[in-house]
């Protein structure tokens, strides 16, 4: 049995005769399942992804186009035997099939190697020539399969460039000058089709066709873009007119180790590596500070603009990672929109200001710099639904987001951001941004404690990130997963507090090394201690927790779980105000209960006022990661308490 989704969706035997699939639906299905990769897909998202409108029998329609596909493609497996390639798995069904006998697990298999081999390169040319057009090019109007397509049509383009490359540098490529032409032609702003098409003219003979093919991209990225042509390309053309072979260095500006690069170059390499995690990460965020600085000593204005706003991955937490970095991206965002001045190109506009607010994180400012950053949130998105570009709006979106921390109780507002950022997400084929309206949905159901919408949004979040090549996002649904079991731990039959402290430790280690430590610090000890305070019991002691940022706030209850009233009467006292982030309600609560412990009135009070707009949130749930549970309780104590305060 063979399945081929690079072209049209259908399934073949082993002897080469296509097997009768049904009708779009039935075919829908099947490729729905090929893009999970063997993973479940549940029932509630493949009606989801097959109807915008669901008839009231979907359910009952979908397992008619299953139970049809499921004899199309075993015809002689016994009634009784469970079928072995559409499985029911849980709340849904998954495809089980070596992944050789589906074309784009092969294509993805073979370009992977062909990364780490260039002897794969043979491979890599069989692969492409599997392509029979677009992948699920019947499969249309479903935003999926859309998604799936752009993503699929970005790796063959990297693939064709790939294996050009490896033949240049193997001596060979003098045969694909047609090929590369084509190819320039139909993706004209990829420079390196540029630069690999000229190599092969120069290296078939044609010198002056190699100069005039870098001479028209040039004209073309100026004329259209206002960018001069990168590094890549002017190294080249300066060998070509020399008469020189084109360097090492020349040749392969991706993938040698330590490599210069150009700032345009360097930056769409830092965001993509951003959404890798870990040490990609880490460097992610180095080389794009580089790019910005590099682009800065240039003197290009414009230049240094793009480098800036090119940036624009999407943010999730308001602590940063590394909090002197983003305040250095911050000050060149504003030098480069002060020396644009209003008259400046509005789209370049939008980018500075979402950059200022999305990398103004909201834990690591003064008021004066939160009060500048809500300004540039609020500007970036009057200018970006002016221009009506949903990549800008979805930008300046994220910043709206970042700066909606301004105090407790907005977990509703940011829930409509996150709906407004899906929804273009979704409709533009943005699917980084799909996957943080997902996230910042996830975390605003779970602060309003609607852990089923939230549960949702995980699993969404979870799908989308396998098609994205995010590995981050299931670290944090993972951390969701552990704050639902939490909550449902203090329900009649729920599981057991010690289950889930296992559930928060596990989400703590793969956290670990995820590459983000504004999040990671301290998050766990406060995990424990909502744990504890959903079941009444006193705060963790052990000395070794790191409580990260949530010291000051934690401290009090540490003291008092270790009969240290007076201790934790003076730390009580000199608790500051929470910072304006994720956890400022949590913090509050924090403060609220060690008030109430220690008959602190004034500072019940000062907690009761300011977490009366969250009365119907979950304390610490707006992470969407961990949970103290309902703010109500911890209101209706302080509330109890401040009788006579003042």
């Given at each position: 049995?063979?399945?081929?989704?690079?072209?049209?969706?259908?399934?073949?035997?082993?002897?080469?005769?296509?097997?009768?699939?049904?009708?779009?639906?039935?075919?829908?299905?099947?490729?729905?399942?090929?893009?999970?990769?063997?993973?479940?897909?549940?029932?509630?998202?493949?009606?989801?992804?097959?109807?915008?409108?669901?008839?009231?029998?979907?359910?009952?329609?979908?397992?008619?186009?299953?139970?049809?596909?499921?004899?199309?493609?075993?015809?002689?497996?016994?009634?009784?035997?469970?079928?072995?390639?559409?499985?029911?798995?849980?709340?849904?069904?998954?495809?089980?099939?070596?992944?050789?006998?589906?074309?784009?697990?092969?294509?993805?298999?073979?370009?992977?190697?062909?990364?780490?081999?260039?002897?794969?390169?043979?491979?890599?040319?069989?692969?492409?020539?599997?392509?029979?057009?677009?992948?699920?090019?019947?499969?249309?109007?479903?935003?999926?399969?859309?998604?799936?397509?752009?993503?699929?049509?970005?790796?063959?383009?990297?693939?064709?460039?790939?294996?050009?490359?490896?033949?240049?540098?193997?001596?060979?490529?003098?045969?694909?000058?047609?090929?590369l032409g084509a190819h320039a032609a139909e993706q004209p702003w990829r420079e390196p089709g540029?630069?690999?098409?000229?190599?092969?003219?120069?290296?078939?003979?044609?010198?002056?066709?190699?100069?005039?093919?870098?001479?028209?991209?040039?004209?073309?990225?100026?004329?259209?873009?206002?960018?001069?042509?990168?590094?890549?390309?002017?190294?080249?053309?300066?060998?070509?007119?020399?008469?020189?072979?084109?360097?090492?260095?020349?040749?392969?500006?991706?993938?040698?180790?330590?490599?210069?690069?150009?700032?345009?170059?360097?930056?769409?390499?830092?965001?993509?590596?951003?959404?890798?995690?870990?040490?990609?990460?880490?460097?992610?965020?180095?080389?794009?500070?580089?790019?910005?600085?590099?682009?800065?000593?240039?003197?290009?204005?414009?230049?240094?603009?793009?480098?800036?706003?090119?940036?624009?991955?999407?943010?999730?937490?308001?602590?940063?990672?590394?909090?002197?970095?983003?305040?250095?991206?911050?000050?060149?965002?504003?030098?480069?929109?002060?020396?644009?001045?209003?008259?400046?190109?509005?789209?370049?506009?939008?980018?500075?200001?979402?950059?200022?607010?999305?990398?103004?994180?909201?834990?690591?400012?003064?008021?004066?710099?939160?009060?500048?950053?809500?300004?540039?949130?609020?500007?970036?998105?009057?200018?970006?639904?002016?221009?009506?570009?949903?990549?800008?709006?979805?930008?300046?979106?994220?910043?709206?987001?970042?700066?909606?921390?301004?105090?407790?109780?907005?977990?509703?507002?940011?829930?409509?951001?996150?709906?407004?950022?899906?929804?273009?997400?979704?409709?533009?084929?943005?699917?980084?941004?799909?996957?943080?309206?997902?996230?910042?949905?996830?975390?605003?159901?779970?602060?309003?404690?609607?852990?089923?919408?939230?549960?949702?949004?995980?699993?969404?979040?979870?799908?989308?990130?396998?098609?994205?090549?995010?590995?981050?996002?299931?670290?944090?649904?993972?951390?969701?997963?552990?704050?639902?079991?939490?909550?449902?731990?203090?329900?009649?039959?729920?599981?057991?507090?010690?289950?889930?402290?296992?559930?928060?430790?596990?989400?703590?280690?793969?956290?670990?090394?995820?590459?983000?430590?504004?999040?990671?610090?301290?998050?766990?000890?406060?995990?424990?201690?909502?744990?504890?305070?959903?079941?009444?019991?006193?705060?963790?002691?052990?000395?070794?927790?790191?409580?990260?940022?949530?010291?000051?706030?934690?401290?009090?209850?540490?003291?008092?779980?270790?009969?240290?009233?007076?201790?934790a009467r003076t730390a009580l006292a000199a608790v500051p105000e929470p910072p304006r982030d994720?956890?400022?309600?949590?913090?509050?609560?924090?403060?609220?209960?060690?008030?109430?412990?220690?008959?602190?009135?004034?500072?019940?009070?000062?907690?009761?006022?300011?977490?009366?707009?969250?009365?119907?949130?979950?304390?610490?749930?707006?992470?969407?990661?961990?949970?103290?549970?309902?703010?109500?309780?911890?209101?209706?104590?302080?509330?109890?308490?401040?009788?006579?305060?003042?």
């Amino acid at each position: 049995m063979r399945i081929d989704v690079l072209g049209v969706v259908r399934a073949l035997r082993d002897d080469g005769s296509p097997v009768d699939l049904g009708g779009p639906r039935h075919r829908e299905v099947l490729a729905r399942l090929v893009a999970a990769e063997g993973r479940m897909v549940t029932t509630d998202t493949l009606v989801d992804d097959l109807w915008t409108d669901p008839p009231v029998r979907a359910v009952g329609a979908l397992r008619t186009f299953v139970a049809a596909l499921r004899r199309a493609l075993e015809p002689d497996r016994p009634p009784r035997d469970p079928p072995r390639v559409i499985v029911t798995e849980g709340p849904g069904y998954a495809l089980r099939l070596p992944r050789e006998d589906v074309d784009v697990h092969r294509f993805e298999d073979t370009l992977a190697r062909a990364r780490r081999d260039p002897d794969a390169v043979t491979g890599l040319g069989a692969a492409l020539a599997t392509w029979g057009g677009p992948a699920y090019a019947d499969v249309t109007g479903s935003a999926w399969a859309q998604r799936e397509r752009t993503r699929l049509e970005e790796l063959r383009l990297d693939a064709v460039e790939l294996r050009a490359r490896i033949l240049l540098d193997t001596g060979g490529g003098a045969d694909l000058v047609a090929e590369l032409g084509a190819h320039a032609a139909e993706q004209p702003w990829r420079e390196p089709g540029w630069e690999l098409l000229a190599r092969a003219l120069y290296r078939a003979g044609r010198r002056a066709d190699a100069l005039a093919t870098l001479r028209r991209a040039r004209t073309m990225l100026r004329d259209q873009l206002g960018l001069d042509p990168g590094p890549g390309l002017q190294r080249l053309e300066t060998d070509i007119l020399t008469g020189a072979e084109p360097p090492e260095s020349a040749r392969a500006p991706w993938t040698g180790h330590g490599v210069r690069l150009g700032p345009r170059t360097t930056v769409d390499l830092a965001r993509t590596l951003a959404l890798a995690g870990g040490d990609a990460l880490v460097h992610s965020r180095r080389d794009r500070l580089a790019a910005v600085r590099a682009a800065e000593r240039t003197g290009d204005l414009l230049l240094t603009a793009r480098i800036i706003g090119a940036y624009d991955v999407p943010a999730l937490w308001s602590r940063a990672d590394d909090p002197e970095q983003s305040r250095a991206v911050v000050a060149a965002a504003e030098r480069a929109l002060t020396a644009l001045g209003p008259d400046g190109p509005a789209d370049l506009s939008v980018r500075l200001l979402a950059t200022i607010a999305t990398e103004s994180r909201s834990a690591d400012l003064s008021g004066t710099e939160l009060k500048r950053a809500r300004q540039a949130a609020s500007r970036a998105e009057e200018l970006a639904r002016d221009l009506a570009d949903p990549a800008l709006l979805v930008f300046a979106l994220n910043g709206v987001f970042m700066q909606s921390f301004t105090r407790p109780g907005l977990a509703a507002a940011r829930g409509r951001t996150g709906a407004e950022i899906l929804d273009l997400a979704t409709r533009h084929q943005l699917p980084n941004f799909a996957v943080l309206g997902r996230l910042v949905r996830l975390q605003s159901a779970s602060a309003l404690g609607d852990l089923h919408a939230a549960a949702s949004h995980a699993q969404a979040a979870d799908e989308l990130a396998a098609t994205t090549e995010a590995p981050l996002v299931p670290v944090l649904t993972g951390w969701f997963r552990a704050r639902a079991t939490a909550a449902r731990s203090t329900e009649p039959g729920g599981p057991t507090a010690a289950t889930a402290a296992a559930h928060y430790r596990a989400a703590e280690d793969a956290l670990r090394t995820a590459g983000m430590p504004g999040l990671h610090r301290g998050l766990f000890p406060l995990a424990l201690l909502g744990l504890r305070l959903l079941h009444d019991r006193p705060a963790p002691t052990d000395p070794h927790l790191d409580w990260g940022p949530y010291r000051p706030w934690a401290r009090p209850l540490v003291l008092l779980a270790q009969d240290r009233g007076e201790e934790a009467r003076t730390a009580l006292a000199a608790v500051p105000e929470p910072p304006r982030d994720h956890m400022q309600e949590a913090m509050w609560c924090l403060t609220a209960r060690a008030a109430v412990h220690l008959g602190e009135r004034k500072t019940a009070a000062q907690a009761a006022a300011a977490l009366g707009d969250a009365r119907v949130e979950h304390a610490g749930a707006a992470s969407g990661m961990l949970t103290l549970g309902p703010v109500s309780r911890y209101l209706a104590e302080a509330e109890a308490c401040a009788v006579g305060a003042g």
